[in-house]
């Protein structure tokens, strides 16, 4: 008698295109994003415009992303991934085709505001895709490649859009192309994606099965209910919610640095060219890239041999940004432009490390409610993306204009950190220090919502 064998079906892989849409995503939306801080100097220039208004204008970015990130959340709670993230990739793209149109300062200041409120929705609702499309071993690694791929769309801004000025290319026709890019996007993702993985045709039974998996049986058990304790006082009367909030503005002031005056920073220190200053600033952005691809790895690691949430998360972000602090700290002793890039690059490495622990444990706590925390998260990140901008800005005029009296009292002209420019570097180096310490009470294993 011949024995018939059950025939084995392996998992399908639409999970992973899934995370690639949605990397994708992550990556052109900083095309959008962070054009206005390459363009910087020739945006004012050409428009009229000083310091202080420009970074008022990345501040007021900020201001709309931090207004919208829970009811960005919400939108896809409500309406479905599917449609929420197609219609917000379509509109924040039409944004930025009004800031390539506007001559004026409050018409591209408005445009700016409405850029952030329809970004809000990019954080909360990729988070809320992982959750219901990746099992929980390959949560880190699906959080570094998200992670990843903004910094890699940060750092491809800077370089490619100061290598398009260089070339004359004017800044108007490079925001209307940018645009372009998220209105594809939209389309390609609308049509391939669905909200649920039994809802789409091309997930078999066996990738339903690995996703449906539950593998978190022997965590600790959820400290509140949802149906007993109302999931905003949960929040609200959480240590690690607060310590993750405030590790999150700390966080991104050290971020802020990068994607918004880096680049000025740059050419008015050391007089660099913008094709120089769009290659440097791109640096530390691509360290970011590396650090958050390894930070997965990691998280991910620690977990499956500790299976302790804390060490895998926490542990985690305490290491990287210490050592993100100490090397933005010792960047000042450095002698040229490319030097002092190097080094940053080196802080922000570890900085990227930590990201994709902010993702998981914004996860872990959230649970049923992961687009609510993780907004929550995001939004005490973008307070510190509203403040730092214009407080920059504003310091950045004052030290120039200081320099310009010197320069004009008989003194000579240094193009090297000195000064008011070193206090700028220590300030970050703080920040970042700051961070590593309030990881220290973030206890990721206690979720606020249930499983």
């Not at 600033?281 to 949430?309: E, H, R």
């Not at 602090?325 to 002698?335: C, E, H, M, Q, R």
Request: with cysteine; glycine share 8%.
């Amino acid at each position: 008698m011949v024995s018939v064998e059950k025939p084995s079906f392996r998992p399908t892989n639409v999970r992973w295109y899934v995370l690639a849409l949605i990397a994708f995503a992550s990556s052109s939306a900083y095309l959008t994003r962070y054009c206005i801080s390459a363009a910087n100097t020739t945006i004012q220039q050409d428009v009229g415009l000083d310091d202080k208004q420009m970074g008022l204008m990345m501040s007021v970015f900020s201001l709309g992303y931090f207004i919208c990130q829970i009811p960005g959340g919400w939108l896809g709670t409500r309406f479905g991934t599917r449609f929420a993230f197609a219609f917000i990739s379509a509109v924040w793209s039409l944004c930025n085709v009004m800031s390539a149109v506007s001559f004026s300062f409050l018409p591209m200041l408005g445009s700016r505001f409405l850029l952030g409120c329809f970004q809000a929705g990019l954080v909360p609702i990729s988070a809320k895709v992982l959750r219901d499309w990746i099992p929980q071993p390959r949560r880190g690694m699906s959080s570094a490649a998200i992670g990843a791929c903004m910094s890699l769309g940060g750092a491809f801004t800077m370089w490619f859009t100061g290598w398009l000025l260089k070339i004359d290319l004017h800044w108007r026709w490079i925001f209307a192309s940018y645009a372009l890019v998220g209105i594809a996007w939209s389309i390609v993702y609308y049509q391939f994606f669905r909200t649920k993985p039994n809802e789409h045709q091309r997930v078999n039974k066996s990738e339903l099965d690995l996703i449906e998996e539950k593998l978190e049986k022997a965590e600790q058990p959820s400290t509140s209910n949802p149906s007993e304790k109302n999931i905003l006082l949960a929040m609200l009367t959480s240590v690690s919610m607060w310590a993750l909030c405030i590790q999150s503005f700390f966080r991104a002031a050290g971020y802020a640095f990068f994607v918004t005056w880096f680049f000025a920073f740059l050419e008015y220190v050391y007089g660099v060219t913008k094709a120089e200053a769009g290659f440097l600033n791109s640096l530390p952005l691509l360290a970011v890239v590396i650090g958050t691809s390894c930070g997965g790895a990691v998280v991910d690691y620690l977990w499956s041999l500790t299976k302790s949430k804390w060490l895998s998360r926490s542990g985690t972000a305490v290491f990287s940004l210490a050592m993100s602090a100490l090397f933005t700290y010792l960047s000042v002793w450095t002698n040229n432009a490319t030097q002092l890039s190097c080094m940053i690059a080196l802080g922000a490495l570890f900085s990227g490390l930590g990201s994709p622990a902010a993702w998981c444990a914004s996860i872990d706590l959230g649970g049923k409610q992961t687009s609510l925390v993780i907004a929550t998260m995001n939004m005490a990140g973008s307070v510190a993306g509203m403040v730092l901008p214009f407080l920059l800005g504003s310091w950045f005029m004052e030290i120039r204009k200081r320099a310009a009296e010197q320069i004009e009292a008989g003194g000579e002209q240094v193009e090297q950190l000195s000064g008011d420019w070193i206090a700028v570097i220590y300030l970050h180096a703080g920040f970042y220090l700051i961070g590593a310490v309030c990881w220290l009470f973030v206890r990721p294993n206690r979720s606020l919502a249930g499983p």
